[in-house]
């Protein structure tokens, strides 16, 4: 492993598509199954959403466990507006 510093050009497209690889694959895994469970909205933010990670992680594993994490926030998030969404706080319905 080293700094980077002298990686060539290739050496660095290469890593940075590793880094975006693992950091937005678990966001893209959960859009896919939002969009065929019918979220087509909801799988087109999550997806936009997961695509900040891999460039800013420094190493693999780094952008790796940061991909699942915002996985599992994004999931979440999900769950309680559908919540919120479904429990309105004024009564009358």
Request: no cysteine; glycine share 12%; aromatic share 4%.
């Amino acid at each position: 492993m080293s700094d980077g510093l002298l990686d060539t050009r290739s050496q660095r497209a290469r890593r940075l598509a590793v880094r975006t690889g693992l950091g937005t694959a678990p966001s893209f895994l959960l859009a896919l199954a939002f969009l065929a469970l019918g979220g087509g909205v909801v799988g087109v933010a999550v997806a936009i959403l997961g695509l900040s990670i891999g460039t800013s992680a420094r190493t693999d594993r780094g952008a790796a466990v940061a991909g699942v994490v915002v996985a599992a926030a994004l999931f979440l998030l999900q769950i309680v507006l559908a919540w919120i969404a479904s429990h309105p706080i004024l009564p009358g319905d």
